[in-house]
C-alpha cells in the first residue's frame, strides 16, 4: 500500500494551497480517508476525514470553515483544500487510510503517506 501526499508548500497568511494524496495498492473505496498534522514538538492530530462514499465528513475545530475534504473513487486520490491558512497551520500533513468506520482516532488508521511539509508565513 502506498499513499502519496503532494501540494504542499509555502503560502503566506490568508493564501489556499490544495493537497493530494494518491492511493494505490489497496482497493480505494473499501477505506475512510483522513489528514492529519503534526508540527515541531507537537503531537500528530487529527485534521480531516471522509468515509468511503464521502457522505459522512467531519473536521477539526480548528479548521471547520476554510479547510475541505473531498475523494475521487475513480483516481483513488483524496484532497484537502486549504483556505484562509495562518501560521498556526504549519505543519507536516499526512494522508491516512482506516477500514474503521467514522474514526477521529489516529490509531484506527492503519496506513499512512510521508507528509508533505505546509509552511504558513506571518
Known amino acids: 500500500v502506498q499513499l502519496q501526499a503532494s501540494g504542499g508548500g509555502l503560502v503566506q497568511t490568508g493564501g489556499s494551497l490544495r493537497l493530494s494524496c494518491a492511493a494505490s495498492g489497496l482497493t480505494f473505496s473499501n477505506y475512510d480517508m483522513g489528514w492529519f498534522r503534526q508540527a515541531p514538538g507537537k503531537e500528530r492530530e487529527f485534521v480531516a476525514a471522509i468515509s468511503r462514499t464521502g457522505v459522512w465528513i467531519t473536521y477539526a475545530d480548528s479548521v471547520k470553515g476554510r479547510f475541505t475534504i473531498s475523494r475521487d473513487n475513480a483516481k483513488n486520490t483524496v484532497y484537502l483544500q486549504m483556505n484562509s491558512l495562518n501560521p498556526e497551520d504549519t505543519a507536516v500533513y499526512f494522508c491516512?487510510?482506516?477500514?474503521?468506520?467514522?474514526?477521529?482516532?489516529?490509531?484506527?488508521?492503519?496506513?499512512w503517506g510521508q507528509g508533505t511539509q505546509v509552511t504558513v508565513s506571518s
Open positions: 491516512a487510510a482506516t477500514a474503521g468506520i467514522n474514526t477521529r482516532v489516529t490509531a484506527a488508521y492503519a496506513y
